[in-house]
């Protein structure tokens, strides 16, 4: 089974600055995906970004990058130049390429202040 | 963008009652997925689909849920006898196969009172 734990319940930060969310993770399995998902007040989900576990070379979308470091099981998010539509419910995600589901952490309410 | 869509987007029911939350997921996709997200606490993950069978399902999954894919375009989620503790936020995912990423529709919100 997998596991996935966010630290952080909440987190400020102020507009064009930097913040990074953690999440570290435990799984048996070899082949992985990892997920953030943004969940701003409408309370949809939506993909940020994804990392596969046999790719060395961290993701990066834009403003958003992450930091994976599969021996210490860490996957943290780094947003660059943070925007007032930032604001929003972070979760992050990791789910098995030979299986189903998606297991979620507890995530972590990003304000972005002006 | 190809989008999953669900309906209703609200939805009030009586405990007891039966509901069915729908979802188109995107037309090309062949995993599809029910998760529910309790207010305030972390998304659950219910069942997922595929060919035409369920293929996982968690222990919330019990015997009052079901899911079906009625008409190769819909992917229903039905609630037996709905319990207080069934009001949740309900997503509907899919995706195109297990190497690719999941998209999830806007939810629906049930209140069970």
């Known amino acids: 089974a997998q596991t996935v734990t966010q630290s952080q319940p909440e987190m400020s930060v102020q507009e064009a600055e930097t913040v990074t969310l953690s999440c570290t993770y435990d799984t048996s399995e070899n082949n992985y995906y990892l997920f953030w998902y943004k969940q701003p007040p409408s309370r949809q989900m939506i993909l940020v970004i994804r990392?596969?576990?046999?790719?060395?070379q961290n993701a990066t979308e834009n403003r958003f990058s992450v930091n994976f470091q599969k021996a210490a099981k860490s996957f943290s998010l780094k947003i660059s130049d943070s925007q007032l539509g930032d604001t929003a419910m972070y979760f992050c995600a990791s789910g098995e390429t030979s299986g189903s589901r998606l297991t979620f952490g507890e995530g972590t309410q990003l304000t972005v202040n002006p | 963008e190809p989008e999953v869509t669900q309906t209703p987007s609200h939805q009030v029911t009586q405990m007891g009652q039966e509901v069915i939350l729908r979802c188109v997921p995107i037309?090309?996709?062949?995993?599809f997925y029910w998760y529910r997200q309790i207010l305030g606490q972390k998304v659950e993950f219910l069942v997922s689909f595929y060919n035409n069978e369920i293929s996982e399902k968690s222990e919330i999954f019990d015997d009052q849920f079901s899911v079906e894919r009625p008409d190769g375009s819909n992917f229903t989620l039905k609630i037996r006898s709905t319990k207080l503790e069934d009001s949740a936020m309900y997503f509907c995912a899919s995706r195109r196969g297990l190497l690719y990423g999941y998209t999830f529709g806007s939810g629906t919100r049930l209140t069970v009172v």
């Open positions: 037309s090309n996709h062949l995993y």
């Open positions: 990392q596969e576990a046999y790719k060395q």
